[in-house]
Nanobody
Framework: QVQLVESGGGLVQTGASLSVSCAAS????????MGWFRQAPGREREFVAT???????????KYGDSVRGRATISGDIAKNTVFLQVKNLNPEDTAVYYC?????????????????????WGQGTQVTVSS
């Protein structure tokens, strides 16, 4: 059972940047892929970013349309931690941000963007962007 713990959420102003972290109980490079999703009240869980290892120490990343160009996902293998940074935040970025991990083989190399492809989830961290 992989355990994931997010941290780093909070209240920020429009235009600011925010970094959230996800500490994993297992080696993150042993996962097929890691992902970040977010969910705002009354909305479906939305794909934010995914990271997968296409080769040893070589990560492939993909981003959702709503954050592409503003977000960066990265991993620190030594710390078993995955990070998500989002710049130029706006109120539409307000949501609970979830970290996820998967061992599903088809997610290896290029990651996965569907929530159903992930088997392990953190408890989420709230990010609120004030206007």
């Amino acid at each position: 059972q992989v355990q994931l713990v997010e941290s780093g959420g909070g209240l920020v102003q429009t235009g600011a940047s925010l970094s959230v972290s996800c500490a994993a109980s297992e080696r993150i490079d042993s996962m097929a892929a890691m992902g970040w999703f977010r969910q705002a009240p009354g909305r479906e869980r939305e794909f934010v970013a995914t990271l997968a290892w296409s080769a040893p120490y070589t990560a492939y990343t993909k981003y959702g349309d709503s954050v592409r160009g503003r977000a960066t996902i990265s991993g620190d293998i030594a710390k078993n931690t995955v990070f998500l940074q989002v710049k130029n935040l706006n109120p539409e970025d307000t949501a609970v941000y979830y970290c996820a991990a998967t061992l599903r083989e088809h997610c290896s190399g290029y990651g996965c963007i569907r929530p159903n492809d992930y088997d392990y989830w953190g408890q989420g961290t709230q990010v609120t962007v004030s206007s």
